[in-house]
């Protein structure tokens, strides 16, 4: 739930969040609320953005320190108020509340591109550049089911297994998959659907993964959530051309994964 006094900025929330809207809770779900409201003292915003600085107080509480918004989260990470102008803070502290409740399941947010065929998904992340944006417009002219090519939630199933799910930020589809594989791209003039080491693939998890607090527990909890998704999830590396075989290879390997 978002509560936003302005009315620009929540029209525009709005329009963002379209796909991913319920008339009603998810039975058995967290409720979470996030109350925007503006600033006392209105500060320019930076032409470069920087990532917030995150405190933890003794209650377990965080508060968020932006160039131009503050923000304050519950311990229990479900209650939320944000001082600013814009969309950015809200999103950004979205963002943090949605790191913060897959970390409380065992799970991760990661920057990358999640597409799905016939119930299995597959979650390919890297630098920038790597092929992200454009591995996501292949599979979706080839008709495919795009989660996300932005930001992708990853959390352990009860029954074992684990799960990926798209979220509202750029590409984005409001559904889930039985994650089959998590990996790496490359370019090349031939596509390819390779194994690769698990080292190679969690280090790449690791620099993608948002790491909603840094404090010990928030950097031991990432390690551990990355380390089981290697070890219940095969770990690739897709090459790949920018044809329409690219999307050949993965539907492939999702159908026989």
Known sequence: MVEVAE???RDSLRRMFSRFVVSH???GGEVARLVAVGPAVVRPAPDIRALPRILRAPDGSLSLAGEDYDATLSADGLQARVEGRGRFPVETVLKVMLARALARRGGLLVHGVAVAHQGRAALFTGPSGAGKSTLGALWAQAGGEVLSDELVAVWPAPGGGWRAAGTPWNV?????????AVGTLAWEGVSRWEAQAAGEVGRMLLLNALLPEATPAGRGGLLAAAGRVLSDVTPVRLVFARDASAAAVIQGALAHG
């Open 7 to 9: 009315a620009g900025l």
């Open 172 to 180: 984005g589809l409001a559904a889930e998959a039985r994650l089959s």
């Open 25 to 27: 809770p998810v039975e």
